[in-house]
């Protein structure tokens, strides 16, 4: 076994022993706050509009619209109908939603926006398929850049909608669990992303012109610096009274420095790799993650629950390290070709990446408020979480399948660079071949931008 491989092996097992030696009763430890009986699984059925609200809008914003997208990138005949279709049923499932459920609410509120983009969605692509306007590449491009934000309009539906369900972020303290939510998403976001790119541009992700580490460090870089000297008053000027001013907690402390590390690891990691070959890849932010759930395995909240989810999500983090490291010595050793599909280690680093975001966004106060009055465990919450994570990935996996399905079978070898990626790409199969590892002289930044 290599020596990054024993490092992963043994990353693991640090984060099973933090487990067992977590593994204790929780309900006699847990200091409930006031507020808390307001947490918990609402108690009245959602009744006949919100269901066929909740069913109708499943069907057109995660059923066709999405397919409708595909078939648009595709070239497809029928992605016309489709979209019709889909904006029809979404419309319908708006409706319901408004007669079913208040209307002073950010989900409502949100419907406003998702309707105006659904009709400008559906009258661009009449517009397109009946001729009013020139079918050119400019207008293609906006209507496919429309349809993408309707994906990410949908996606930031559903957790309102689930905000609102379970009443989360709406009492003292919506900050706390609104940066939850976000920090979750983009891990969770990013998880999928990377499954997308890796089913469509191949293992090695060659056509992103630079390692993926480039631009995961570039974030890292972007989110520690918020996190380090925009939250917990780090930049506020103490009141001239000692007595108003804010004592800064473990908690305090502890979020800062994770901030500090992730801006001075990406600082590094884009250093390292924003002129590098995109197999040349980067251990940092392996180790970053990796830490960093080390940090949360041992983070110590108020409440017992709290300090168990995030004990859940410090182990997704660490697990996620170690697959990535495990994914760099394939890709170094030249054991997966550029072109290949992933390796089953790069599916588990995936998962573990969007487990770790879920994990994050099911660890704010209020969710952790809702568990504890629930009466579920964190075993039960993991399997959750961990089942949310895999019905995410089949879900872009079906997405792809049937994107390449389309893809007529003499374009099968170029469907997987699409236009956007072949400008980017200035390496030849002829620099690089597939089952070869990457030679010193093609790693230099002046042999691969020449």
């Known amino acids: 076994m290599s020596a990054t491989g024993a490092s992963a092996t043994r990353l693991m097992v640090l984060a099973a022993v933090a487990g067992a030696a977590l593994a204790m009763d929780i309900t006699d430890a847990d200091k409930l706050p006031d507020d808390a009986p307001r947490y918990r699984w609402p108690d009245e059925p959602l009744g006949w509009a919100l269901t066929t609200h909740l069913c109708l809008c499943l069907v057109g914003y995660l059923g066709l619209l999405p397919t409708a997208v595909v078939l648009e990138a595709a070239g497809h005949k029928w992605?016309?109908?489709?979209?019709?279709?889909?904006?029809?049923?979404?419309?319908?499932?708006?409706?319901?939603?408004?007669?079913?459920?208040?209307?002073?609410?950010?989900?409502?509120?949100?419907?406003?926006?998702?309707?105006?983009?659904?009709?400008?969605?559906?009258?661009?692509?009449?517009?397109?398929?009946?001729?009013?306007?020139?079918?050119?590449?400019?207008?293609?491009?906006?209507?496919?850049?429309?349809?993408?934000?309707?994906?990410?309009?949908?996606?930031?539906?559903?957790?309102?909608?689930?905000?609102?369900?379970?009443?989360?972020?709406?009492?003292?303290?919506?900050?706390?669990?609104?940066?939850?939510?976000?920090?979750?998403?983009?891990?969770?976001?990013?998880?999928?992303?990377?499954?997308?790119l890796m089913r469509l541009l191949g293992a090695a992700l060659?056509?992103?012109?630079?390692?993926?580490?480039?631009?995961?460090?570039?974030?890292?870089?972007?989110?520690?610096?918020?996190?380090?000297?925009?939250?917990?008053?780090?930049?506020?000027?103490?009141?001239?009274?000692?007595?108003?001013?804010?004592?800064?907690?473990?908690?305090?402390?502890?979020?800062?420095?994770?901030?500090?590390?992730?801006?001075?690891?990406?600082?590094?990691?884009?250093?390292?790799?924003?002129?590098?070959?995109?197999?040349?890849?980067?251990?940092?932010?392996a180790i970053t993650f990796a830490a960093t759930g080390v940090v949360m395995i041992i983070h110590q909240q108020d409440l017992a629950m709290s300090s168990r989810v995030h004990f859940l999500f410090g182990t997704a983090m660490v697990c996620y390290g170690a697959c990535t490291l495990c994914e760099i010595t394939l890709l170094a050793a030249g054991a997966v070709d550029d072109h290949s599909s992933p390796a089953p280690i790069q599916y588990a680093t995936v998962l573990f990446l969007c487990a770790s975001g879920l994990a994050l966004m099911g660890a704010n106060r209020d969710m952790v408020l809702l568990l504890i009055?629930?009466?579920?465990?964190?075993?039960?919450?993991?399997?959750?979480?961990?089942?949310?994570?895999?019905?995410?990935?089949?879900?872009?996996?079906?997405?792809?399948?049937?994107?390449?399905?389309?893809?007529?079978?003499?374009?099968?070898?170029?469907?997987?660079?699409?236009p956007v990626f072949i400008a980017c790409r200035r390496v030849s199969d002829a620099t690089l071949a597939p089952s070869e590892p990457p030679s010193p002289t093609s790693l230099s930044p002046a042999g691969y931008y020449a």
């Open 79 to 196: 992605h016309v109908l489709v979209q019709l279709a889909g904006a029809l049923v979404a419309f319908a499932g708006i409706v319901f939603g408004w007669i079913g459920g208040s209307v002073h609410n950010a989900y409502a509120r949100f419907g406003w926006f998702m309707l105006g983009l659904l009709a400008v969605q559906t009258a661009a692509n009449l517009a397109l398929a009946l001729g009013a306007v020139a079918s050119g590449r400019r207008a293609r491009g906006a209507y496919r850049a429309v349809g993408w934000v309707q994906l990410a309009a949908t996606y930031v539906a559903m957790v309102l909608g689930v905000i609102r369900f379970l009443s989360l972020c709406s009492y003292t303290k919506m900050g706390q669990c609104v940066s939850h939510f976000v920090r979750g998403s983009g891990l969770f976001l990013g998880g999928l992303a990377i499954l997308v």
């Open 373 to 418: 009055n629930s009466g579920l465990d964190p075993a039960t919450y993991a399997m959750f979480l961990l089942s949310c994570a895999f019905v995410a990935m089949l879900y872009c996996s079906i997405l792809v399948d049937l994107y390449r399905a389309l893809v007529p079978a003499a374009a099968a070898a170029a469907a997987k660079y699409r």
């Open 206 to 285: 060659v056509p992103l012109r630079r390692p993926l580490e480039a631009y995961i460090c570039a974030l890292m870089m972007a989110v520690g610096l918020v996190g380090a000297f925009t939250e917990h008053n780090f930049l506020q000027v103490p009141p001239a009274d000692p007595a108003r001013a804010d004592t800064w907690t473990h908690k305090d402390l502890q979020h800062t420095m994770v901030g500090i590390l992730w801006l001075a690891a990406g600082l590094l990691g884009v250093a390292m790799t924003w002129r590098s070959h995109p197999r040349s890849r980067n251990v940092v932010p």
